[in-house]
């Protein structure tokens, strides 16, 4: 005697069809947030880590090489070569009162009192020192890297400081001197300038304190 096939009734096909749906969703689910990222409770996402394939390996020399701190600072830095800032001439076309004419003046006029100290304006080496140079009394310069140099004007220098001394950003070179020469109209100040491979630049390019 032959047995009757037994057909499932509509309503268990149904729920088979919601059963096998909602576990599509959930296997949907786990994978978008294995792939993209758990959302927390807070609302952010937590991404999953990426693993590098360098990341553990034997062959790796830099496996065992501590984290290099970021460096935000620098040697190379330049500073006003006097204490007190008052620039009262930039590197500019203007009137010289001293020679009653307009021209450009090349270099930076800082005003300070005979005697205020002048600084290096950054680290380098002594090139030179005129001390009875008859325009601008006496003059410092120092070489410094990348083919820069800076001279200083209307200074008495330090009386230990000689060709060849290495100096460091904001040691003592010189102090300011009485109005002489060229600019004796100006009153006492330092005269400034800064020169790149031989070639006279603004010297507010290395200072940077001129609104602009």
Excluded: W
């Excluded at 010189?174 to 630049?201: C, M, P, R, S, W």
Aim: with cysteine; hydrophobic share 35%; glycine share 6%.
């Amino acid at each position: 005697m032959k047995k009757e096939k037994i057909k499932p009734s509509k309503k268990k096909i149904l729920t088979y069809y919601l059963i096998l749906a909602a576990c599509l969703l959930v296997a949907s689910a786990v994978t978008v947030g294995v792939v993209f990222g758990v959302k927390k409770p807070d609302g952010t996402i937590e991404k999953p880590p990426v693993n590098n394939p360098d990341d553990n390996n034997p062959d790796n020399p830099d496996d065992d090489k501590p984290d290099k701190p970021v460096d935000s600072t620098t040697s190379y830095v330049f500073i006003v070569p006097v204490k007190d800032v008052n620039l009262t001439q930039a590197n500019v076309f203007c009137y010289d009162k001293t020679l009653d004419r307009y021209a450009v003046h090349k270099g930076m006029d800082f005003a300070a009192e005979a005697g205020t100290q002048v600084l290096a304006a950054v680290d380098g080496t002594i090139e030179s020192i005129f001390k009875n140079d008859q325009l601008y009394g006496a003059v410092i310069k120092i070489k410094h890297d990348n083919g820069v140099a800076t001279v200083y004007k209307f200074i008495e220098p330090a009386e230990t400081l000689k060709v060849g001394d290495k100096v460091s950003r904001g040691d003592v070179i010189a102090t300011v001197a009485k109005a002489t020469g060229a600019e004796n109209k100006e009153g006492d100040h330092l005269h400034f300038e800064v020169y790149e491979n031989g070639t006279q630049i603004d010297p507010d390019e290395k200072l940077n304190i001129i609104d602009k």
